[in-house]
């Protein structure tokens, strides 16, 4: 209504296309106000002008070119005392000026941008003038947007919008974008931004900075036995833990995962480092109580110490070496980084460089090693193994394969594998050799969403059937994420493909775990078969194992026999298959139908007889302790854990000594006997 009432008043000769708010109908009303001239018209057009700002919610006035204000609205007067201005200095006729520090509080510097910005308006240098300032209240933080807009000919309307709620969303995305939503610590983003700045201002004053690279020991081992929700529980905890021992300055942010980086700004030397980094580590020394549950947990620290001009990403990168070298050699460790850690990293650096140009100049082959059936004496399988052709010579798997993993680059070699492994296979059948081609996946290949398509295509391309192909993948990839492993393999699995665990032994697995993959194999690691016949904790490790691929309904492929002692005692345990260096080495496609001649000549010789026979001792336990080992087994504890449990029950050994997994080994081969 008052805007008809305006318009019908004669000031539609002033209203511009799309101003059509109560500001815009105010501010054309004024002006005709003075343009017209006429006191009484004017008087009814101010009031009329007075209504509509009165019923605007934002805090509006109006200047003329001198800043001299000709009008404000109610709203306008309370936020100016709400800033500390007298009542009266914010009425019609004082200057704004004048007032101007006192409308905007006592920021004198907000105050002083606003009266440069309001007389470029006037003068016609500037279209507009915004701006955003904080006018918190004792109990809430707000936020105001001041727009100053010109009049047509002269004078202009300055408004003042809350904007706190706007800004609010705006701080919290921001504030997610660069803390970690699980600890509410920095992020990566923001702690390689706040280094950065630490090393720029230790560039000007010759201070030193260091980095602490903190890994927690065995993370993966607490998420699997108490579940995601506790291992999130002890994330947050360990950075309740590790905030009261930074000092002013010093930043603490999760890297990822279970990794946490510390940046001491300003420290004297290495030494010093190190004694910041112990206070860390004994911050942990407590027990954590989670899900009821109390846990122990240690870390392994790696700390880097250094300056401009290093990066933030080199400081990072050298700690973070420093720590694989602490975890290398036990748990609970610090290490700083050194000369000799560092002729590592570069080596490491090199090794992926070269690498990328041997991926893009295909300097790759695949060797095969034979795979034999022990109970009938033939030749069933192959296991691809990669070469790199390397300039300085033929380099094995252990000597970039790490690499690989660790940069992602496992993924298209991984890939390139999987596709001639398949071809090759196909080939031969082709050729009336029909062969069980294994080939062996990381974690980042079990890890990505595209490991189920590149398998499918690679045995489309070459024709190779499901059943021909036997994905290798190690304990540890399987236990590093329980719940994607069994994702993954149940989808390999479900296309045809075989499954069998390598490196069978050197991990936690527990029998449950088992149970719930689709494995069809589980391979011995050649470790224990190098010990059998002469160490007892062998023989009962691999006796253990041959009988937990039977109880998961697998067969059992030993890895590394290099003896016939060796052979005949696998045999001798009921293993199914083998494969080492007794049976052939690894060579090259053309050359595999000669090492296919050699390992039946193996196979065709006389059986020896095993060194010692395996399995002769075993402890004969009785009694709540030999119960209480088939329990723990029975719920499908590993080796480690049924260990650990008997040790944290103080139920010692018969000898007296404590469990090992070696001991406990022994007891659950004979289990079938003493029951």
């Given at each position: 209504?008052?805007?008809?009432?305006?318009?019908?008043?004669?000031?539609?000769?002033?209203?511009?296309?799309?101003?059509?708010?109560?500001?815009?109908?105010?501010?054309?009303?004024?002006?005709?106000?003075?343009?017209?001239?006429?006191?009484?018209?004017?008087?009814?057009?101010?009031?009329?002008?007075?209504?509509?700002?009165?019923?605007?919610?934002?805090?509006?006035?109006?200047?003329?070119?001198?800043?001299?204000?000709?009008?404000?609205?109610?709203?306008?007067?309370?936020?100016?005392?709400?800033?500390?201005?007298?009542?009266?200095?914010?009425?019609?006729?004082?200057?704004?000026?004048?007032?101007?520090?006192?409308?905007?509080?006592?920021?004198?510097?907000?105050?002083?941008?606003?009266?440069?910005?309001?007389?470029?308006?006037?003068?016609?240098?500037?279209?507009?003038?915004?701006?955003?300032?904080p006018c918190h209240a004792p109990d809430q933080e707000n936020w105001l947007s001041l727009r100053i807009n010109p009049l047509p000919d002269s004078g202009a309307v300055l408004s003042h919008v809350d904007v706190s709620r706007a800004k609010r969303s705006e701080l919290a995305l921001t504030h997610l974008g660069l803390h970690d939503p699980l600890t509410d610590l920095p992020n990566r983003i923001l702690l390689y931004?706040?280094?950065?700045?630490?090393?720029?201002?230790?560039?000007?004053?010759?201070?030193?900075?260091?980095?602490?690279?903190?890994?927690?020991?065995?993370?993966?081992?607490?998420?699997?036995?108490?579940?995601?929700?506790?291992?999130?529980?002890?994330?947050?905890?360990?950075?309740?833990?590790?905030?009261?021992?930074?000092?002013?300055?010093?930043?603490?942010?999760?890297?990822?995962?279970?990794?946490?980086?510390?940046?001491?700004?300003?420290?004297?030397?290495?030494?010093?480092?190190?004694?910041?980094?112990?206070?860390?580590?004994?911050?942990?020394?407590?027990?954590?109580?989670?899900?009821?549950?109390?846990?122990?947990?240690?870390?392994?620290?790696?700390?880097?110490?250094?300056?401009?001009?290093?990066?933030?990403?080199?400081?990072?990168?050298?700690?973070?070496?420093?720590?694989?070298?602490?975890?290398?050699?036990?748990?609970?460790?610090?290490?700083?980084?050194?000369?000799?850690?560092?002729?590592?990293?570069?080596?490491?650096?090199?090794?992926?460089?070269?690498?990328?140009?041997?991926?893009?100049?295909?300097?790759?082959?695949?060797?095969?090693?034979?795979?034999?059936?022990?109970?009938?004496?033939?030749?069933?399988?192959?296991?691809?193994?990669?070469?790199?052709?390397?300039?300085?010579?033929?380099?094995?798997?252990?000597?970039?394969?790490?690499?690989?993993?660790?940069?992602?680059?496992?993924?298209?070699?991984?890939?390139?594998?999987?596709?001639?492994?398949?071809?090759?296979?196909?080939?031969?059948?082709?050729?009336?050799?029909?062969?069980?081609?294994?080939?062996?996946?990381?974690?980042?290949?079990?890890?990505?969403?595209?490991?189920?398509?590149?398998?499918?295509?690679?045995?489309?391309?070459?024709?190779?059937?499901?059943?021909?192909?036997?994905?290798?993948?190690?304990?540890?990839?399987?236990?590093?994420?329980?719940?994607?492993?069994?994702?993954?393999?149940?989808?390999?699995?479900?296309?045809?493909?075989?499954?069998?665990?390598?490196?069978?032994?050197?991990?936690?697995?527990?029998?449950?775990?088992?149970?719930?993959?689709?494995?069809?194999?589980?391979?011995?690691?050649?470790?224990?078969?190098?010990?059998?016949?002469?160490?007892?904790?062998?023989?009962?490790?691999?006796?253990?194992?041959?009988?937990?691929?039977?109880?998961?309904?697998?067969?059992?492929?030993?890895?590394?026999?290099?003896?016939?002692?060796?052979?005949?005692?696998?045999?001798?345990?009921?293993?199914?298959?083998?494969?080492?260096?007794?049976?052939?080495?690894?060579?090259?496609?053309?050359?595999?139908?000669?090492?296919?001649?050699?390992?039946?000549?193996?196979?065709?010789?006389?059986?020896?007889?095993?060194?010692?026979?395996?399995?002769?001792?075993?402890?004969?336990?009785q009694g709540p302790l030999l119960q209480r080992i088939v329990e723990l087994h029975g719920a499908g504890g590993s080796l480690h854990t049924i260990a650990a449990a008997l040790n944290a029950e103080d139920r010692l050994h018969p000898s007296g000594r404590r469990w090992h997994s070696s001991s406990v080994a022994k007891v659950v081969a004979a289990l079938p006997r003493q029951r």
């Open positions: 209504e008052l805007a008809l009432r305006a318009l019908s008043a004669g000031a539609e000769d002033y209203l511009v296309k799309g101003t059509h708010d109560a500001r815009g109908i105010a501010t054309a009303v004024l002006y005709a106000a003075q343009r017209r001239g006429a006191e009484l018209k004017a008087h009814r057009y101010e009031r009329l002008a007075l209504s509509l700002l009165d019923a605007m919610e934002a805090s509006t006035c109006a200047v003329d070119d001198a800043g001299t204000i000709i009008a404000v609205n109610g709203a306008w007067r309370e936020f100016a005392v709400r800033g500390g201005a007298d009542a009266e200095a914010t009425g019609v006729g004082r200057n704004y000026f004048d007032v101007c520090a006192g409308a905007l509080g006592a920021d004198a510097r907000v105050a002083a941008d606003v009266a440069v910005g309001l007389r470029a308006v006037l003068e016609g240098r500037l279209p507009r003038y915004e701006r955003d300032y931004d706040r280094l950065t700045q630490a090393l720029s201002l230790a560039g000007r004053s010759g201070a030193d900075i260091a980095v602490a690279f903190l890994d927690v020991d065995q993370f993966k081992r607490i998420n699997d036995s108490l579940g995601h929700p506790a291992g999130d529980e002890l994330l947050r905890e360990i950075g309740h833990r590790l905030r009261p021992h930074l000092r002013e300055g010093d930043t603490l942010a999760r890297f990822a995962g279970d990794e946490f980086v510390v940046v001491w700004p300003s420290v004297s030397g290495p030494e010093e480092a190190e004694l910041l980094a112990g206070r860390l580590t004994d911050a942990l020394s407590e027990p954590f109580v989670l899900t009821g549950a109390s846990v122990t947990v240690t870390a392994s620290v790696g700390i880097a110490v250094g300056c401009a001009p290093q990066t933030a990403e080199e400081l990072v990168l050298a700690a973070d070496a420093a720590m694989y070298h602490a975890k290398s050699h036990g748990r609970g460790r610090t290490r700083v980084y050194s000369a000799e850690l560092r002729a590592g990293v570069d080596r490491r650096l090199r090794t992926e460089a070269e690498l990328r140009e041997a991926l893009r100049n295909g300097d790759f082959v695949l060797h095969y090693q034979p795979v034999v059936d022990l109970h009938r004496g033939e030749v069933t399988g192959v296991e691809a193994l990669v070469r790199w052709l390397h300039a300085d010579g033929v380099r094995q798997p252990d000597a970039f394969i790490p690499v690989a993993e660790a940069t992602g680059l496992i993924v298209p070699l991984g890939t390139w594998v999987l596709e001639q492994a398949c071809r090759q296979g196909a080939a031969w059948s082709g050729q009336g050799l029909d062969l069980v081609m294994a080939v062996n996946f990381s974690a980042r290949q079990i890890s990505d969403p595209q490991v189920i398509r590149g398998i499918r295509d690679a045995l489309t391309a070459s024709g190779l059937p499901p059943g021909r192909l036997l994905a290798e993948v190690t304990e540890s990839t399987v236990m590093e994420d329980a719940e994607l492993a069994q994702v993954a393999l149940k989808q390999i699995a479900d296309l045809g493909v075989g499954v069998a665990i390598d490196d069978f032994g050197t991990g936690y697995s527990s029998l449950l775990y088992l149970k719930r993959y689709p494995i069809g194999a589980l391979k011995i690691d050649k470790h224990f078969v190098a010990g059998m016949g002469v160490n007892d904790d062998d023989d009962a490790i691999v006796a253990s194992i041959i009988a937990l691929a039977r109880a998961v309904g697998a067969v059992c492929i030993a890895e590394g026999v290099e003896t016939r002692e060796q052979q005949a005692a696998l045999q001798a345990l009921g293993c199914d298959y083998a494969q080492g260096f007794l049976f052939g080495r690894p060579v090259p496609a053309l050359e595999l139908p000669g090492a296919l001649e050699r390992c039946r000549s193996v196979l065709a010789a006389p059986s020896a007889r095993p060194l010692r026979r395996v399995g002769a001792k075993r402890p004969q336990l």
